[in-house]
């Protein structure tokens, strides 16, 4: 069955603080890989988008890693700041399914000043 | 830049009521999704539509229709509310390739009591 699980549920850092986040999946075959921040109360914002030959990309803060041989990603924030609060959600999908995303319930983040 | 829009916000609907939940992109995209978001769970899909005058299934289709009214627009109906569609519903639209970026509309919480 495709799955996409994310650890921790939930996080709590000061600001200032880096921090990990991370995604397993069992989505076969492969396409790609998405990070998504979702503030309280508003639609998820794409972060990163990686394919099965990316296995680092950044955007500002945000760098995503992928580990395409053990199914594993990590979201990786650094110098959290107050507005990094929300939650963070990895989608998987897989090739030859055209619109098949996996969700994964995502790891809700809290910045403490 | 208004992106997707998603009109109502919120909606508190009795059980058996009808009602649409309207979509509209300014982006030139060809497909459209919609989604709801559940606690604890991933976002799933509903119904989809790859270009304008075609839908397909998702998920969980059960108890909604859909009309691409045109490119720009993608509507979600509710003939007879139940209780177990309360949940946030997501539109979003995306180009063309597996690899392209979704963009979310705001939400739109809805509560059948």
């Known amino acids: 069955k495709n799955q996409v699980e994310q650890s921790p549920q939930s996080l709590i850092i000061l600001e200032g603080k880096n921090c990990t986040l991370q995604c397993n999946y069992t989505v076969s075959p492969f396409s790609n890989l998405r990070w998504y921040k979702q503030d309280t109360g508003r639609g998820p914002v794409s972060l990163t988008i990686?394919?099965?030959?990316?296995n680092t990309k950044s955007n500002g803060r945000y760098t995503a890693t992928l580990d395409a041989d053990t199914k594993q990603s990590s979201l990786h924030i650094t110098a959290s700041q107050l507005s990094d609060s929300a939650s963070y959600i990895c989608v998987v999908s897989a090739k030859g399914r055209t619109y098949k995303y996996i969700f994964g319930t995502g790891t809700r983040l809290k910045v403490l000043a | 830049n208004a992106g997707v829009t998603q009109t109502p916000k919120f909606q508190v609907l009795k059980t058996g009521q009808s009602m649409t939940l309207q979509c509209a992109q300014d982006m030139n995209h060809n497909s459209m999704y919609w989604y709801r978001q559940d606690p604890g769970m991933g976002l799933r899909l509903i119904y989809y539509s790859a270009s304008e005058g075609t839908t397909d299934k998702g998920e969980v289709p059960n108890g909604y229709n859909v009309s691409r009214l045109n490119k720009r627009e993608f509507s979600l109906r509710l003939e007879s509310a139940a209780p177990s569609q309360t949940s946030v519903y997501f539109c979003?639209?995306?180009?063309?390739?597996?690899?392209?970026?979704?963009?979310f509309g705001q939400g739109t919480r809805l509560t059948v009591v």
């Open positions: 990686m394919t099965f030959s990316e």
């Open positions: 979003a639209s995306g180009g063309i390739g597996m690899n392209t970026e979704a963009f």
